[in-house]
């Protein structure tokens, strides 16, 4: 009997981790600025997330480490992409452009990235980044054309 209620009690922690891994903003208060705005740069982008998200997500965020963002990807990564138009042009994405990132994944992970390194008082490092994501883009056109 007491297996079963501590199995419970922790598949009932882990649904509550995974629910605010996979967590889309929710807006309760409208001061915190509303869900349809489109950040106009990466900088924009993190102080709007830090608004939209709850507390207990940005608390979880800064708990986990960097490579931990990468579980936000699929939720909140998807919601960025779709909601600030990544795919389609939006200010957000030309700016991305303007440094040499174009894939709205890599947008994407830059702001999870930057908005990890920014809740822990760190430095962006964002030429870092950029500079990860072109290498890499050109390590696959390499890839391809010896194919």
Known sequence: MALLIVGCASAEKSQDKARLLDAVPVVENPDHGEKDYIPQDLYDAINHLKKLLQPEQIQEMKDGSEKEMARYHHGLGTWMRNSWGLWRGSSISEWFNSIGIEHPD?????????????????????????EHYKAYWKYVEEVLDNE
């Open 106 to 130: 890599d947008m994407s992970g830059i702001i999870l990235d930057s908005l990890w390194r920014d809740l822990n008082g760190q430095d962006l490092r964002l030429k870092e980044q950029v």
